[in-house]
């Protein structure tokens, strides 16, 4: 059974990864023909640098080395179409290639379920990355030196052939010499001199073919730190461009890199010299690249693939903490800065840097951990439950799945609700928004509340409008309170009440999830966007005939109206307070809530009573389908603290011990005293009458801490113990 789920996971990852590739090749196709490959263009075609017959770097298209220059010479005599999709398919049959090594490089041992599914969720990463996407549109060559790279990592490949490929990698990209002094430090100095050698010859071979070009990359430009783009633009990710970005210029700014470079060159190195005598080659080489990117002139995004790499590293003493890390990087690694960070103030220069910062945390920050270290294999286990019963029988569909009885990783949790507004945002935002269609939605609204009797939008809204406090306080009320009241919530039961809280943060995010569905489904204009009297008391009458009528509707489809997601939140607000509070008038309060919201999105004309109700079902409906998939229907009651629990228990063991060790003690002292043979028999009796005691004692000293539970009482009935 467990082979047969292994093959279709095996499949269903592959396929995805094939129609991954397949998309970003197709994208990349369907492009005009001057709008793709943009830099291989400007290398190869018509008009290309490679063409002329002066410097590579006239027009400072050309940012390579001269070597890179003579290697692609030959590509000149191809037509640029034909080029074009030979390239978007040889870079794609690289990418794959480079996933299947890296999966191939894990370090050992690596269980044989995790070795196959291993390389179809790398090729699927790489494709996502941002690297590698940069690279398909530009048509540039920089998975070759990493796969180069990667290639000495094989088994078969033997020390010259490593150094050789080394030595190739950094002919095309200068940084990776990096590589050569690892491997010297690491112990493995041929591969090291053969690097160094192979990288000499190459460049000496393009000095003698292209003396002008070597001259002006090396010299000149210093290795190409003046070529490209700007390096104080946010594209280029090394220490070097943060530095210009922040206003440091001259020799002031020159200095200061250096003394970061070499500090992150020192610290990096040594670390990945512990990580390769460690068995952690990958991991190794990983963070050899992360430093390279970092001290280089300019590290641009279809250079930071080794960033993805470091994901390997393993780190977190708990379970719960391991996907911290390769989560983040994946986040780096495949959204954009907007995604990552609010571009406001410091968090948006957090986003605007994140590759860099991932970097010099992998080179220079992270704690991976050593393959020696028991936490490798065997990380803290968080108490669990299992799935909850219920009374059908096909309830929970989840029965693999047991329930964490501990807080989640706070890090982690913020990640993916940054994460998850962002997408939230991007759907509602991009949601079909015609005029007509919105218009005609609300029409049915309306017509459907007056059959039922419910149509009191405009009448109310009049009053709101007319009253200059409770319009006010309503407008304040529907700005302030949607999000405000949420987060608060969440913040206090995740501190506070850990198994609550995950009970309660599941449905909620079902509940957006089908709220999205319906902003798609059915664009729905509210009542101040209909032009039927209605009066958008934040913002006044609305100009219908402008196309950019109001002040939200660059930031916002303001046709996203059903379900009412400012309902949903505040229902699910007040179903978790009642569920919560310990005083009657906190739960009172819990039921006012949503009741107030209605009041409000009505009164300010933003919504119409049926989505209200719409607001109601989706919630209804997250709870539901978390009761289906875990069995979990009402709150969940919490777990005595662990950490309490296990601070008890180890006090009374304490005490025992030091009972045992005085009753030890005694007889040892009444043995010696006797001075006889039969003297120290006795004794020794004593001692163990002393220790059979003090175990007793201990016993007793348990059970008599206020009956505290040891740390493997903390389990379900029927779970079994857990050895400490």
């Known amino acids: 059974m467990r082979t047969s789920r292994t093959v279709l996971a095996l499949g269903a990852l592959w396929l995805l990864a094939g129609l991954l590739a397949v998309r970003q090749a197709a994208a990349v196709l369907r492009q005009p023909p001057d709008e793709r490959l943009t830099d291989l263009d400007t290398w190869i075609g018509e008009n290309g640098v490679l063409h ?11 940012t390579g080395t001269p070597f890179h220059g003579l290697v692609l010479k030959p590509l000149t ?5 034909s080029l074009g999709v030979a390239w978007t398919f040889g870079t794609l049959l690289l990418v794959v290639l480079l996933g299947l090594v890296a999966a191939r490089s894990l370090p050992q041992p690596v269980p044989r379920r995790t070795s196959l599914l291993a390389a179809p969720v790398a090729v699927s990463l790489l494709v996502l990355s941002l690297p590698v996407r940069n690279t398909f549109t530009l048509g540039q ?3 070759i030196p ?3 790279v990667l290639l000495t990592l094989l088994p078969r490949t033997s020390g010259r052939q490593s150094g050789v490929l080394i030595g190739l990698a950094a002919a095309l990209q200068p940084a990776l010499l990096l590589f050569a002094a690892l491997w010297w430090l690491a112990g493995r100095r041929r591969v090291a001199a053969l690097a160094g050698g192979t990288f000499a010859a190459c460049t000496a071979l393009a000095w003698s073919v292209l003396p002008r070009d070597s001259w002006t990359y090396w010299l000149h430009h210093i290795g190409g730190a003046g070529l490209g783009a700007p390096a104080d633009g946010l594209s280029n990710q090394s220490l070097h461009g943060l530095l210009l970005r922040v206003g440091l210029r001259g020799p002031g700014e020159l200095a200061l890199l250096a003394v970061l470079a070499l500090a992150v060159t020192a610290v990096g190195l040594r670390r990945a010299v512990r990580y390769a005598r460690d068995g952690q080659a990958l991991l190794a080489v990983a963070v050899t690249g992360c430093v390279a990117l970092a001290v280089s002139p300019t590290s641009w995004q279809y250079q930071q693939l080794w960033i993805l790499l470091a994901l390997v590293g393993r780190v977190g003493r708990r379970r719960a903490d391991r996907l911290v890390w390769p989560v983040l990087v994946v986040l780096v690694m495949t959204l954009n800065r907007q995604a990552l960070m609010p571009g406001v103030d410091v968090l948006g220069h957090i986003g605007y840097n994140a590759p860099l910062l991932a970097a010099l945390a992998a080179a220079c920050f992270v704690p991976f951990l050593s393959r020696t270290s028991p936490l490798w294999d065997q990380p803290l286990r968080s108490p669990v439950a299992a799935p909850a019963p219920s009374r059908y029988r096909w309830v929970p569909l989840l029965r693999f799945a047991a329930r964490p009885l501990t807080r989640p990783n706070l890090a982690l949790e913020l990640m993916l609700i940054r994460v998850g507004y962002f997408g939230y945002s991007y759907i509602r935002s991009n949601a079909p928004g015609e005029r007509s269609v919105a218009e005609g939605h609300g029409h049915q609204i309306l017509r459907a509340e007056g059959w039922l009797h419910i149509d009191v939008e405009y009448w109310f809204n009049g009053i709101v409008a007319d009253t200059p406090w409770l319009r006010d306080s309503m407008n304040t009320y529907y700005s302030t309170f949607h ?4 987060l608060s919530l969440l913040a206090w039961l995740y501190v506070t009440r850990p198994a609550t809280y995950r009970w309660a943060r599941t449905p909620l995010a079902f509940a957006t999830l089908l709220a999205l569905v319906g ?4 664009p729905l204009a509210p009542p101040r966007l209909m032009g039927l009297g209605y009066v958008d008391t934040a913002h006044g009458h609305q100009d219908l005939s402008n196309p950019d009528f109001g002040a939200l509707t660059k930031l916002s489809n303001q046709y996203a109206a059903m379900p009412s997601l400012h309902i ?9 307070i009642v569920a919560v509070a310990p005083y009657v008038w906190a739960k009172a309060l819990g039921v006012l809530y949503p009741l107030l919201t209605a009041a409000v999105i009505v009164g300010t004309a933003n919504h119409w009573v049926l989505d209200a109700v719409g607001g109601a079902v989706v919630v209804a409906a997250g709870f539901g389908v978390q009761y289906v998939l875990t069995g979990i229907g009402g709150r969940p009651a919490e777990r005595p603290r662990a950490a309490g629990a296990a601070l008890r228990a180890g006090g009374a063991r304490a005490a025992g011990l030091l009972r045992r060790v005085r009753a030890g ?3 040892a002292e009444a043995g010696a005293e006797s001075g006889s043979g039969s003297g120290a028999e006795s004794g020794a009796g004593a001692g163990d009458a002393g220790r059979a005691s003090g175990a007793a004692g201990a016993g007793d000293a348990a059970g008599a801490g206020g009956g505290a539970p040891s740390a493997s009482d903390l389990r379900e009935p029927g779970e079994p113990r857990v050895k400490s």
Request: aromatic share 20%; net charge neutral; proline share 2%.
């Open 77 to 81: 005599r191809a037509a640029e179409q």
């Open 665 to 667: 003690t005694a007889g």
């Open 146 to 148: 990493v796969l180069l």
């Open 52 to 62: 002329l017959r002066g410097s590579l770097y006239e027009g400072a298209a050309f």
């Open 568 to 576: 949903g939140w505040s229902l699910w607000c007040g179903v978790v």
């Open 483 to 486: 999000f405000l009241v949420p």
């Open 519 to 522: 902003f798609w489904l059915y």
């Open 141 to 143: 060559t920089s998975v």
